[in-house]
């Protein structure tokens, strides 16, 4: 079936380091991928999207290309601050409304 | 806006006691989901309405739960009887149909929990 991917976390890093956090997906057709990030005690928020292979979604410093040949959209940023510590969810949304999200990864960010 | 508002923000209550979690969602906006959040499971889609429809509950658990959404700016989440494997966070989001990427835009989430 349909599936998202993530790597575990949780990440530490300290701040301006460089961050990667893959991101696989498995889906029949060609879905729509998106990042989007929970700070702590609010609900999700929509970092950023890519609607077709190749595209680069980016947002807040924050980068993501849709590859198609490696069904992947791992998430990138080259200088993390503190205020980055998140959760961060990738997510696929295939033709409906309906949204597969992954587990999610953990950011922490050391001053 | 003030964004998609959800009630209560915490919930604490007994096994087998009847649990209602409230959803305002964003005004204008056709769509409106329930997800569940749970450290082992993630995020789960519970159900979606479409103009206060029910369109897809294949993800509800079992027939404990159930969601009613009587007009467009309400939506209601029941659990009955709870049980504590529910225990979680319970997002509401809502979505405008007009958006080309339909992104949804989530409510802070109810957490629930059920001793």
């Known amino acids: 079936g349909d599936s998202v991917t993530q790597m575990e976390g949780p990440v530490t890093l300290s701040e301006e380091a460089c961050l990667t956090i893959?991101?696989?997906?498995?889906?029949?057709?060609?879905?729509?991928l998106f990042w989007y990030v929970q700070y702590p005690g609010e609900g999700l928020q929509l970092l950023l999207k890519?609607?077709?292979?190749?595209d680069k979604g980016s947002n807040k410093g924050f980068e993501a290309t849709y590859r198609k040949e490696t069904t992947s959209f791992h998430l990138e940023k080259g200088s993390v601050q503190v205020s980055d510590s998140a959760v961060y969810f990738c997510?696929?949304?295939?033709?409906?409304?309906?949204?597969?999200f992954g587990t999610g990864t953990r950011l922490k960010v050391l001053a | 806006d003030a964004g998609v508002i959800q009630s209560p923000r915490h919930e604490v209550t007994e096994m087998g006691q009847e649990v209602t979690l409230r959803c305002k969602p964003i005004?204008?906006?056709?769509?409106l989901f329930w997800y569940r959040q749970t450290m082992m499971r993630g995020l789960e889609l519970l159900i979606y309405?479409?103009?206060?429809?029910?369109?897809?509950d294949s993800g509800m658990p079992e027939d404990r739960f159930s969601a009613k959404m009587p007009n467009a700016s309400f939506s209601t989440l029941k659990i009955q009887p709870s049980e504590p494997r529910d225990s979680a966070v319970y997002f509401c989001?809502?979505?405008?149909?007009?958006?080309?990427?339909?992104?949804?835009?989530f409510g802070p989430g109810t957490r629930l929990t059920v001793t």
């Open positions: 309405f479409n103009n206060n429809v029910p369109i897809d």
């Open positions: 893959n991101c696989t997906y498995t889906a029949t057709g060609y879905p729509s």
């Open positions: 989001a809502s979505s405008p149909s007009e958006t080309s990427y339909y992104e949804q835009y």
């Open positions: 997510a696929l949304r295939l033709g409906t409304y309906k949204y597969i």
């Open positions: 005004s204008g906006h056709d769509y």
């Open positions: 890519a609607t077709k292979a190749d």
